[in-house]
């Protein structure tokens, strides 16, 4: 099936540059040799003779400028970003746990995952896709493009074998009609077999884009799609298949992952994921005459200046999740409060208009900054099951929410020693009402004993609604309706980054007031006579107030070819019981980079994911999500040095890596080899990766 679709991906791909390549081709035959489209010669060249230019100078056929950016989903305001071409470190792209190794996840590749830094955790109302956010992309996360020759870019991933490996294909394609309009597709399809049991994973996503940037109209527009597929089940049996294999039946020192049994079988979440984006602005402003004098003539230019802009954008999600079980899994669940066979389904839509003006930065020198006032309207309906035990499949319950709000926002980006960028929004009237957030940052960049010092700080204060399914929740085995006060929310921080000395350093505090979260009793196998804990979850909300401290050191060391780049996060809970957090989160890579003959840049290293040992939250396979533990049967995990061996190579407009994943397995006396309770690290295999980008 990956075949057939990586030919399909790959054949349009081609197609589209065909078709851009023969695009140009005609429009230079409709207006002459002399219209601004020279052909080329067989050697990819521009036809110097058909020009007119001198034939000494030699012209690459096909540009690579190659732009991207992200567009704001409330101001709809342009932001560029790096173009998607890292050379170093793209071994760690395909990573489940992040580039760092920060998230806690379920062993396979594009399973639910978690942030074991604070700091780095976001959530939004469909609370169920928050764990899958490693393929899930954001509106505000897209990266459109502007390039002056038709790009694409096909990018594949493997690791293990047809039984229990997994498989990534991506393929991108952006194109402009001129140097104010382009298009473009994304399409991705991860496939995880898994090595144990019942934990395969099936993602796929398209998105379409476009955009056009007129003199004074201005849009963006993008839709995606995405089907998730996940099999769940709730991790292995006994943990002492990996903790303590002699002690397992048969006198086996270690088990095959195919052979260690799980909790669940028969067992699916389902996830369909639909995103519209619409942004759009028509400025205001003045032309401005501009006169160029050339030796026989004089030719003036109306040049308009924008001075503001009316704006509107449009967010629009409709979601749905489902949760499958074909076989009735008993001492597993504490509850069922529907008849077995009802549909354990929710469904989600949002629909969000913003409108407003914005006074355009750089326009006077004495108001050197960028302002922006607007309106919003968003509407949210959910349908969940509502009659325990009564009516079952066919009695669906739809609730409905409105809210109406008002927001401002002041920037400086312009120069290149001091920009800050505040935002102020708060709702007025709807179910939210009184929820407000006010979030800044700011930078001072300065040279200090011929060195580059940025000095950042940023904060909020934020007064927010608990999600709906915090609130309200129906399903076969969870069921809750709480009346949750807002969360108030309050964090500050800053950084320092040096850039001689390769150093950053953050630090921050924030308090959380009336924190909502999920906790119960994890599940707890009746196995050496142990009591039996059934999974028993729900929605709280602790009154009081929650302290956490965080600070991230980032050290990176050179002498010659040989690398050595760290980060250390040291972080502090004053709830342990209700916000558990590691201690330290370590990453350190160790590499040689060099290149070969000027053209092969290498990389070679081994990298190493470490964090403290800690009573990590839980997954709950039909909540989708994780929980704090409960209990006397609390499960710790960490304290296990995690190693990867890997070769990295760049060549030209081709990356490519092998790696040798999970070296260090069997090798210390801690076998506590767990990302997650009772989800061991997948053990050793080899894996490689491979992206290849194409203008033409």
Sequence with gaps: MLKRIACIIASALLACNIYAQESLRMAGDRMGNGGGFPTLNQGGLINNEQTGRDSTVVDRGVPRDVKMFHVGSVLGDIIPVPTDTAIYNFQNLHFTDGLNGEYNHLGNMGSPRLSRIFFHREGGQFVFTDALDFFLIRPDQFNFTNTKSPYSNISYYRAGNKINGEERFKGYFGVNANKRTGLG???????????????????????????????????????????????????????????????????????????????????????????????????????????????????????????????????????????????????????????????????????????????????????????????????????????????????????????????????????????????????????????????????????????????????????????????????????????????????????????????????????????????????????????????????????????????TLNQNFKLGILHWDNEVTAQYSSNEEILPLPLLNIYSNLYLKFAYAKVLKIQIGADMRYFSRYYAPDYAPALEQYFVQEGQHRVEIGGYPFINVYANFHLKQVRFYVMYHHVTQGVFNNNNSFLAPHYPINPRMFKLGLSWNFWD
């Design 185 to 551: 597709f994304n399409i991705d399809y991860l496939y995880g077999r898994g090595l144990y049991d019942h934990q395969s994973t099936a993602y796929f996503n398209g998105s379409l884009f476009g955009y056009h940037h007129g003199e004074r109209y201005e849009v963006n527009a993008l839709f995606s799609y995405n089907k998730l597929r996940l099999a769940e089940n709730g991790g292995i049996a006994d943990d002492r298949y990996i903790t303590n294999p002699e002690a397992m039946a048969e006198g086996k020192k270690t088990y095959r992952p195919a052979d260690m049994p799980t909790n669940l079988q028969s067992t699916w979440n389902e996830n369909y994921v639909m995103t519209g984006f619409l942004a759009h602005d028509f400025k205001l402003g003045y032309y401005k005459a501009r006169v160029d004098s050339l030796p026989d003539t004089t030719i003036i230019h109306h040049d308009f200046i924008a001075v503001s802009k009316v704006f509107h954008t449009m967010e629009v999600n409709s979601d749905s999740r489902r949760f499958i079980d074909y076989v009735n899994t008993k001492n597993y669940y504490a509850n069922n409060y529907l008849p077995y066979d009802s549909i354990d389904a929710t469904q989600y839509f949002r629909i969000r208009n913003t409108a407003g003006l914005t006074l355009i930065e750089g326009i006077n020198k004495w108001i050197p900054f960028g302002a922006s006032a607007y309106v919003s309207h968003e509407y949210r309906q959910f349908t969940l099951p509502d009659s325990l035990g009564g009516k079952g499949r066919d009695h669906m319950h739809t609730y409905k929410e409105n809210n109406i709000s008002i927001g401002g926002n002041l920037r400086r980006t312009i120069g290149k020693a001091f920009h800050f960028n505040a935002t102020a929004e708060t709702v007025l009237a709807g179910t939210d009402l009184g929820a407000f957030h006010v979030t800044g940052d700011a930078d001072l960049n300065f040279t200090l004993w011929k060195d580059t010092v940025r000095l950042r700080v940023e904060g909020y204060i934020k007064n927010t609604n608990p999600s709906f399914y915090y609130r309200h929740y129906h399903s076969q085995h969870y069921w809750w309706d709480n009346e949750f006060n807002k969360e108030f929310r309050t964090r500050l921080g800053g950084s320092l980054s040096i850039d001689r000395w390769r150093t950053r350093l953050y630090a921050g505090v924030e308090n959380i007031k009336n924190y909502t979260y999920l906790a119960g009793t994890p599940y707890f196998p009746n196995y050496m006579e142990a009591p039996l804990s059934l999974s028993s979850i729900s929605a709280r909300q602790h009154t009081g107030n929650i302290q956490v401290l965080s600070a």
